[in-house]
């Protein structure tokens, strides 16, 4: 098989020709057809994420070890199945739930294999999906996508189940309830894609790059706003009955005091993006404002089958979506750390030209 591998931290990816990989046990071979090439790799390819007050979440500690295949959105054929992977569908394309736990402690057999304490996530734990093979750990982590786009398809298992999640965390909400969401990237144009989908009213879009404005008001939000613009807090307390909700797919010190200082009393704030750092909170007003600080990482296996049927009821707007080859993944990181990426990238392997 190929790899586009990294060898060494901050490092460009390097291509590399290793053996075929071989299922065993419940394990399940998938030749893959697309990857998406998701933000969080930039931050996996520098070997930390930036954890505020000049802490580190440092991979290399967390027992990351080099050479390592990152890429966790496969999507891709069915080759073969060990001996105890029942009911694998040999020759069938399927999408990959990446975010497969320890798969025996009660918390992934309460189903939500996303909050593990020993995550075996594919393309950080695991080896992953920027190669051409990768193996997915049980047959139940393969969903049927059937009847959608194969080049949109990678971008459910993250992106969109990402952001699905984090919605999740706001509701009940009443649909003409005003939701702000911070970032219009991949995360944020995703997330207005499926509060519209959902029946949600009233969107508005925070970013600083006023190019991204019209994507976001062509996904269905009504209003743009600059962040660091002074106004931008008053003019979201000015909403009628108040902001209800906030997701915030930046995650940087900004976005996190405006977010929460805009919500009306009882609102919620969702914090997904890992841009990274800390802020002061008052703790009287958290309390007499009865607002909620929420964390939401990636999604369970039960919520990626509900983005699924979501996206094949027609009612999901797929989000911009380019394609690139494997060999330019490394390059399109680097497009993602400078912010010069519109909408989602997707890397296109060899198999999906198989007939
Ligand atoms: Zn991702
Ligand atoms: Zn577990």
Sequence with gaps: MITQELTDWGRPLQQAIRDDLVPSGTEVLIGVKYCGICHSDVHIREGFFDLGGGRKFNMAERGMKLPAVLGHEPYGVVLSAGPQAQGAPLGEDRLVYPWTGCGHCSVCLSGQDNWCQQPQYIGIQRSGSYATQVLVPHPKYLIDTSGIEPSFAPILACSGLTSYSAIQKLLPSAPNDWIVVMGAGGLGLMAVAILKALGHENIAVCDIDELKWSSAKEMGAQLTFNPNA??????????????????????????????????????????????????????????????????????????????????????????????????????????????SVQGRMVAQFPASEDH
Excluded: W
Excluded at 237 to 266: C, E, W, Y
Excluded at 282 to 297: C, F, N, P
Excluded at 313 to 339: H, W
């Design 230 to 339: 002074p106004s931008c807090l008053q003019s979201l307390k000015a909403l009628p009955s108040g902001i209800a909700g906030v997701l915030d797919f930046v995650g940087a010190p900004n976005t996190a005091q405006l977010g929460i200082a805009a919500l009306r009393k009882g609102g919620r704030y969702v914090i997904v993006g890992l841009f990274g750092g800390e802020i002061p909170i008052s703790l009287v007003t958290l309390a007499q404002r009865a607002v909620s600080i929420i964390g939401s990482y990636v999604g369970s296996l039960q919520e990626l089958h509900e983005v699924v049927a979501l996206a094949k009821s027609g009612k999901l707007k797929s989000i911009p979506t380019q394609t690139c080859s494997m060999t330019e993944i490394s390059s399109v990181l680097d497009r993602l750390l400078a912010g």
